[in-house]
């Protein structure tokens, strides 16, 4: 007898949601997001910035 295939993934929960859950502001990132930090980090703006990554 052939079982049926499980659904890959957290159980019960979306993917997405899985996702916003494991960052620290609770949400995923948009590209628009991700976008505005790396024109920050490259700017003249970002010179306060110390560290040696942006997460």
Same mark, same amino acid.
């Given at each position: 007898?052939r079982? !049926?295939? /499980?659904?890959?993934?957290?159980?019960? $929960?979306?993917?997405? %949601?899985?996702? %916003?859950?494991? !960052?620290?502001? $609770? /949400?995923?990132?948009?590209?628009?997001?991700?976008?505005g %930090?790396?024109v920050?980090?490259? *700017?003249? $703006?970002?010179s306060?910035? !110390?560290?040696?990554? *942006? !997460?």
């Amino acid at each position: 007898m052939r079982s !049926t295939p /499980r659904p890959r993934g957290p159980p019960g $929960r979306s993917f997405q %949601a899985y996702l %916003a859950g494991t !960052t620290h502001p $609770r /949400r995923v990132m948009t590209l628009a997001d991700v976008a505005g %930090a790396a024109v920050l980090v490259a *700017s003249g $703006r970002a010179s306060g910035l !110390t560290g040696t990554r *942006s !997460t």
